[in-house]
């Protein structure tokens, strides 16, 4: 595989996953060479499954697999801002960045999924003071990390004020873990990734969305002067790869998906197959990481059959 190009596992935990499911499925991806491991941030199961036992938290998931790896990058796809105050959320990844040596990657959004904040007792406002919100939490995380140490940060916003803060614990990475920001809102998207991204990710679009918002980002890039070559693209699809037409059918039964729309929708198909539509989207889009959507924690295998048969051929 192109070293420059990285493949990574992505879980949905809400759907039902216990954090030894979790760690499993990270110690198989770091033994099969992928890149790193993601899972979303979310509190509550969507679709018709239980989600039983219920929700892991992301950061606590992430602290543990910290010490029970050691080269997988970690991260997640997103952290809602709704869940967490941006200060304790900078000190959080700053202290599982040094639990990892250096291994975390912060995905950050606005936070959408209403029910899980009605479920768990989490203030929901409106879209526009949760981007408002955002914004000021982007501006507060990464300037507590980037504040050089002896020096206090200040902040004084619409809605978080900070003073004398020591801007401490200071995370392994410098100048700081990278921040990946992500969707397909046309305005105020791509200025905050322009401002704020080291990485963009788009989750579950078509290829003529991705390559459109890419460039909006690109052109919110340099209209502040960024190069944006400086902002690595990224996407999430989901995974239902099989040898055969038998084991594809099969694994889309597992995670009750139907197998002609996730040709369509996903990565779904024989090795062969799903390398060439990886190949495609590099062509359209640039991007140089996928995040490969498992649902199936229990299906190690799919994980190692990607790994051998999918990845030497990009």
């Not at 949905?12 to 033994?31: F, I, M, W």
Request: hydrophobic share 40%.
């Amino acid at each position: 595989m192109d070293e420059n190009f990285k493949l990574r596992i992505f879980t949905e935990p809400q759907q039902g996953a216990t954090y030894d499911d979790l760690l499993r499925v990270a110690k198989t991806a770091e033994n099969a060479g992928y890149d790193a491991f993601f899972r979303s941030d979310h509190y509550l199961k969507m679709g018709p499954v239980t989600g039983e036992p219920g929700p892991t938290d992301a950061w606590v998931t992430l602290a543990g697999l910290a010490r029970e790896t050691s080269g997988l990058r970690l991260g997640t796809l997103m952290t809602a801002g709704t869940f967490r105050l941006p200060g304790p959320l900078a000190i959080a990844v700053a202290q599982v960045d040094q639990m990892s040596g250096g291994r975390v990657e912060l995905g950050l959004g606005t936070g959408w999924y209403a029910e899980e904040h009605t479920a768990y007792g989490i203030p929901f406002p409106s879209l526009k003071e949760r981007f408002d919100r955002y914004a000021e939490q982007l501006e507060i995380i990464t300037g507590l990390w980037g504040t050089p140490v002896g020096e206090a940060f200040a902040f004084d916003g619409e809605y978080y004020q900070l003073a004398d803060s020591p801007a401490l614990p200071k995370p392994v990475q410098r100048p700081r873990p990278p921040v990946l920001i992500g969707g397909t809102g046309k305005k105020r998207t791509p200025r905050l990734a322009a401002r704020f991204a080291d990485e963009f990710n788009l989750p579950f679009v078509d290829l003529d969305t991705a390559a459109a918002q890419y460039e909006r980002v690109a052109e919110a890039c340099r209209e502040i002067g960024r190069d944006p070559g400086e902002v690595v693209r990224s996407a999430a699809l989901l995974l239902c790869v099989g040898k055969d037409d038998a084991e594809i059918a099969r694994r889309a039964e597992a995670i009750g998906r139907e197998v002609d729309e996730l040709r369509l929708n996903g990565l779904c198909g024989t090795p062969a197959e799903v390398a060439d539509k990886i190949g495609t989207w590099r062509e359209r889009t640039g991007i140089t990481r996928l995040y490969l959507q498992v649902l199936d924690l229990s299906d190690l295998d799919h994980l190692e059959l990607v790994a051998a048969e999918v990845a030497p051929q990009l």
